[in-house]
């Protein structure tokens, strides 16, 4: 969700590489971001009356759930928020935008027609491999997403700045949840997008008007990663190999350092 579309809509396809497919409605401008032929994502302008409550660009992630109804009762219940009602989208989806009680908004989702994504999709180029939380308190934050969803939680690393604990959905680790530092103003679901190189993938962020807010720097497996906001300062990061360039050639090895996600 943006303030300036046209803009999005330029920066996302040149620094990941997505195609872009009309799909407006009546009184509804949205643009699928594509990858090949399968849909990776959404554009859809801020709406105004979210701006004046002063929201601002953000992604916002979707949460298949068998009832959005029902969920979204739940949600009230734990001490979440409903910022959207449940709401029908022509006959494609059951919808509805809540925020967990710390305030980091999320959406709910039901496909009126079969369609589910595979958990095996999130290590595909293009697509959200991670999905992380900074929460106010990662500790009852898990709590509300393990009763809300049923997530489960999965090892907890310890490092310097507190615990980081991986959850799992479908016995698949998808992401994690970690108090965030002072310096995020507030609560949010962070996704990283997978890349092939991440050093292009970063040096094309901040050619496009964007900012490399963190890194990139390495985690465990091998793989890098950079923490960004586009130039309409929704934050999303990126995930991908590094290619060590010395001069015009590629370095054999690599840095020993191996920080851990978070």
């Given at each position: 969700m943006t303030t300036d579309?046209?803009?999005?809509?330029?920066?996302?396809?040149?620094v990941m590489g997505w195609g872009a497919q009309d799909a407006s409605m009546p009184n509804l401008a949205y643009t699928f971001f594509t990858v090949?032929?399968?849909?990776?994502?959404?554009?859809?302008?801020?709406?105004?009356?979210?701006?004046?409550t002063g929201a601002t660009p953000r992604w916002i992630g979707y949460v298949?759930?068998?009832?959005?109804d029902a969920t979204v009762d739940r949600t009230r219940r734990l001490g979440g928020a409903v910022h959207v009602l449940p709401t029908d989208l022509l006959n494609i989806s059951r919808f509805s935008v809540v925020a967990?009680?710390?305030?980091?908004?999320?959406?709910?989702?039901?496909?009126?027609?079969?369609?589910?994504?595979?958990?095996?999709?999130?290590g595909a180029p293009g697509r959200v491999g991670w999905h992380e939380l900074l929460a106010a308190d990662c500790q009852t934050a898990f709590d509300f997403y393990a009763q809300l969803f049923g997530w489960q939680k999965a090892d907890a690393d310890i490092g310097?700045?507190?615990p980081?604990?991986?959850?799992?959905?479908?016995?698949?680790?998808?992401?994690?949840?970690?108090?965030?530092?002072?310096?995020?103003?507030?609560?949010?679901?962070l996704y990283y997008f997978n890349v092939g190189?991440?050093?292009?993938?970063?040096?094309?962020?901040k050619a496009r008007g964007g900012q490399v807010l963190e890194g990139p720097v390495e985690v465990l497996g091998g793989n890098w990663i950079a923490?960004?906001?586009?130039?309409?300062?929704?934050?999303?990061?990126?995930?991908g190999k590094r290619n060590h360039r010395i001069g015009y050639f590629v370095s054999a090895s690599s840095p020993a350092l191996k920080p851990k996600r978070g």
């Open positions: 579309v046209a803009a999005a809509k330029r920066f996302y396809t040149n090949g032929n399968a849909f990776a994502s959404g554009l859809m302008g801020l709406p105004e009356a979210a701006r004046e298949g759930v068998d009832d959005v967990d009680p710390q305030m980091a908004l999320l959406a709910l989702v039901k496909w009126l027609k079969p369609r589910r994504q595979q958990l095996g999709e999130l310097r700045a507190g980081y604990h991986l959850f799992t959905v479908r016995g698949q680790t998808i992401g994690g949840m970690y108090t965030k530092p002072p310096l995020v103003p507030v609560p949010l679901w190189d991440i050093n292009g993938a970063a040096e094309r962020v923490r960004c906001a586009d130039p309409q300062g929704a934050m999303f990061a990126l995930e």
